[in-house]
């Protein structure tokens, strides 16, 4: 079986209810740029550090599961959605990664070693899904869950590239205003 389909050449996409939309929509707009995020985070590991190993491969199937939530207008109970309780595991898992840096004294310039900079970089793709999904949520209803697990997971990249780069003996920049 082939993986293509023909289906999409018009610019025409199925959602999980089977209603073909246009590949602009809000909708695929969000979770396309989930999908963008998920494969940078990909990029990411392995970083050599088998818990950040560990919660990135979390991670990167939540991610899954926000994705599945963008493309599901009208879930059924069996449906995949997001949840409270991943949401819950990110905040864990900073302030866990927080106990071991130095708290911030002032904003730091993106980048550092190469998996710190590439966390840097899934961030900034992290904010970008979240001002989608936040425009998909002002045209119509989807999973509060979902914008709220963006916006925790894009703090948790910034903390993770801080962990990272801190253990690769990379210094943090601020910037020269």
């Known amino acids: 079986m082939p993986i ?3 289906r999409g050449d018009e610019g025409r996409t199925d959602l999980r209810t089977m209603d073909r939309v ?6 695929i707009e969000s979770y396309g740029t989930v999908d963008e995020v998920n ?14 190993d560990d919660h990135l491969r979390a991670v990167q199937n939540h991610l899954h599961v926000v994705q599945a939530d963008f493309a599901n207008p009208e879930p059924d109970d069996d449906d995949p959605q ?11 898992w ?5 106990e071991e840096l130095e708290p911030l004294r002032s904003f730091i310039l993106p980048g550092g070693g190469d998996n710190g900079a590439r966390l840097h970089h899934a961030r900034a793709v992290c904010r970008r899904a979240e001002r ?4 998909l949520a002002e045209a119509e209803p989807v999973n509060e869950h979902a ?3 963006l916006n925790r ?3 948790l990249l910034f903390t993770l590239a801080r962990v990272v780069n801190q253990r690769d003996g990379v210094g943090e920049e601020a910037p020269d205003y």
């Open 4 to 6: 293509y389909t023909g």
């Open 22 to 27: 246009p590949k602009t929509s809000p909708r």
């Open 39 to 52: 494969a940078l985070v990909g990029r990411v590991r392995p970083t050599g550090y088998e818990d950040v």
């Open 82 to 92: 997001m949840d409270g309780d991943r949401v819950e595991a990110l905040e864990t």
């Open 94 to 98: 900073m302030d866990a990664y927080d």
């Open 132 to 135: 989608r999904a936040v425009a």
């Open 147 to 149: 914008l709220v697990y």
């Open 153 to 155: 997971l894009s703090d």
